[in-house]
């Protein structure tokens, strides 16, 4: 079985401080991991994605993710948030060879505050 | 290129009526998924086809819920009878159809059974 552990539910910076949304997974065999972006009445937008490549992604608008083994973890980081990044963030995970079936976290909000 | 697009955006319905979605994927892409979002959740997989033919709808309420993609093109998703519990949004998504290929998403329908 695979799963998502999406440690916040909510998080609050300020513009132009770093953003860190938490996540960690479980999978029995090798994982591909995702962070989707929602932003209200809009469809769910891929920021970037691990398929066993190099552990450290980068993804779109400035986000990037890690990859630790070690940790089971795959937080989502940002240098300098901007207000339009206030959206909600899914951490999502799929197993190698399953077709693309995709496990989704719960979600963690971000606000960004002037 | 356009996009995942679904209809209608927003339904009302009272619970025991009869409600479809429309879903009509990226041009070319193989495989079309539905999803279910209830609010505070992480959207969770309904149904997964492959051009015409289902690959797995092992979470698809199958008393009250149907899914049809004849042409292996667009695809339409059916509720009848709807419960209070059916209210959420509905997501289409679709992929190339390869493992581990981006899944894109339409913007939803969101569902609120009365």
């Known amino acids: 079985a695979q799963s998502v552990t999406q440690l916040d539910s909510h998080v609050s910076v300020s513009e132009g401080t770093p953003v860190l949304l938490r996540c960690n997974y479980s999978?029995?065999?090798?994982?591909?991991l995702f962070w989707y972006v929602q932003h209200p009445n809009k469809g769910l937008q891929l920021l970037l994605k691990?398929?066993?490549?190099?552990?450290l992604v980068k993804g779109i608008n400035g986000f990037e993710a890690e990859f630790k083994k070690s940790e089971t973890s795959f937080h989502l980081t940002k240098p300098s948030a901007h207000m339009s990044d206030a959206a909600e963030y899914f951490c999502v995970v799929s197993v190698t060879g399953t077709a693309s079936k995709l496990t989704f976290g719960t979600g963690t909000r971000l606000q960004v505050t002037l | 290129e356009a996009g995942v697009a679904q209809s209608p955006r927003y339904k009302i319905i009272e619970k025991r009526q009869s409600v479809a979605f429309w879903c009509n994927p990226i041009s070319g892409h193989a495989t079309l998924y539905w999803y279910q979002q209830i609010l505070g959740q992480g959207p969770k997989l309904l149904i997964q086809?492959?051009?015409?033919?289902?690959?797995?709808d092992s979470q698809l309420p199958k008393d009250r819920f149907s899914a049809e993609r004849l042409k292996g093109v667009d695809s339409t998703l059916k509720i009848q009878p709807a419960k209070l519990e059916d209210s959420a949004v509905y997501l289409c998504?679709?992929?190339?159809?390869?493992?581990?290929?981006?899944?894109?998403f339409g913007p939803g329908t969101r569902l609120l059974v009365l």
């Open positions: 086809f492959q051009n015409n033919g289902v690959v797995d």
């Open positions: 999978s029995s065999y090798s994982p591909s």
């Open positions: 691990y398929t066993s490549a190099a552990t």
């Open positions: 998504a679709s992929s190339l159809g390869t493992a581990k290929e981006t899944q894109y």
